[in-house]
């Protein structure tokens, strides 16, 4: 069974900062694309940033200089830090990974559970 935990969600006054860590647990024969996404209330989920095998990045034009994403291959990690946060950015952030478990199976998304970020004075 593959699991995603995600940490680091909390809350932080406007210019802030923060870190998100998600962790793949499980049997893991190889992690793809890593994205992380995030769900305002009332809102759709929408992609934030992805990361490739080969570290190319793609971010929403809405976070495009605050918000870098890396991840750490040895560590099954994929990590989100977060500058100049602003009361939009409030939401549930949720990590995805394109993950295939071993060599003969496909590759299937997997998602976390969620981490809340609020951002307010």
């Known amino acids: 069974q593959v699991r995603l935990v995600e940490s680091g969600g909390g809350l932080v006054q406007p210019g802030g900062s923060l870190r998100l860590s998600c962790v793949a647990s499980?049997?893991?024969?190889?992690?793809?694309?890593m994205r992380w996404y995030r769900q305002a209330p009332g809102k759709q989920r929408e992609l934030v940033a992805a990361?490739?095998?080969?570290?190319?990045?793609n971010d929403a034009d809405s976070v495009k200089g605050r918000f870098t994403i890396s991840r750490d291959d040895a560590k099954n990690t994929v990590y989100l830090q977060m500058n100049g946060l602003r009361p939009e950015d409030t939401a549930v952030y949720y990590c995805?990974?394109?993950?295939?478990?071993?060599?003969?199976?496909?590759?299937?998304?997997?998602w976390g559970q969620g981490t809340q970020v609020t951002v307010s004075s």
């Open positions: 995805n990974a394109e993950i295939q478990r071993t060599l003969v199976s496909t590759r299937t998304n997997y």
């Open positions: 499980g049997i893991l024969f190889n992690i793809y694309d």
């Open positions: 990361i490739r095998t080969g570290d190319s990045t």
